[in-house]
Structures are given as structure tokens and as C-alpha cells.
């Protein structure tokens, strides 16, 4: 059984700072790659950012330059660094991983709220 464990969310105020990680455990013999989706009230679930084993990066367009998605493999752990945080950010922050031959696995989410 694997487990993705998400922390660092919070209320943070526009133009601040906040960092996610989470934490793979269980199970585990390969990881292919992490990422980061986000789901705001009555919308969709959308990527944010994914990274690869191999450290190949991805984001949304409306993350980039502001985002930073990181690993740590000798910890099985993936970052999000937000930076230049705007109400729009405001969302329920999903971890997922492909993880033993690709198959999928999600975290239970981290509350990440944007406001003065």
C-alpha cells in the first residue's frame, strides 16, 4: 500500500509565500513522477506542476515564474514552492504520484487560501 501525505498549506495573504510537501510512504519500488493539481470550489481539478524522476519539470501557464516544483528522492518527497500567491491560487491542493508501474495514487489535500 502507498500513502501520499501533504503539509504546508494555510492562509497566506497576496504577494506572500507558502511551500507544500508530500510525502510518499509504504510500499514503494519506483516512482515515475509527482505533481501538484489544485481544486477550487465548483471547478475542476487542474495540474499545477509535475516532476519526473529524472527532473523534468512541468507547470500550468498560470503558474509559471511564481511556482517551483522540486524532489527529493532519498526521501520519496515532492515540494511546491508558491511564491507571488494571488487570490486565484485560493484551492484545495492535490498531491499524486505514478508510482509501481505507473499507477496513480492522490493525496487527501492541503487548503491553501489567498486573502487579506
Known amino acids: 500500500q502507498v500513502q501520499l501525505v501533504e503539509s504546508g498549506g494555510g492562509l497566506v495573504q497576496p504577494g506572500g509565500s507558502l511551500r507544500l510537501s508530500c510525502a510518499a510512504s509504504g510500499s514503494i519500488f519506483s516512482i515515475y513522477a509527482m505533481g501538484w493539481y489544485r481544486q477550487a470550489p465548483g471547478k475542476q481539478r487542474d495540474l499545477v506542476a509535475t516532476?519526473?524522476?529524472?527532473?523534468?519539470?512541468h507547470y500550468a501557464d498560470s503558474v509559471k515564474g511564481r511556482f517551483t516544483i522540486s524532489g527529493d528522492d532519498a526521501k520519496n518527497t515532492v515540494y511546491l514552492q508558491m511564491n507571488s500567491l494571488k487570490p486565484e491560487d485560493t484551492a484545495v491542493y492535490y498531491c499524486?504520484?505514478?508510482?509501481?508501474?505507473?499507477?496513480?495514487?492522490w493525496g487527501q489535500g492541503t487548503q491553501v487560501t489567498v486573502s487579506s
Open positions: 499524486s504520484g505514478k508510482i509501481n508501474g505507473m499507477k496513480d495514487y
Open positions: 516532476i519526473t524522476s529524472s527532473g523534468s519539470a
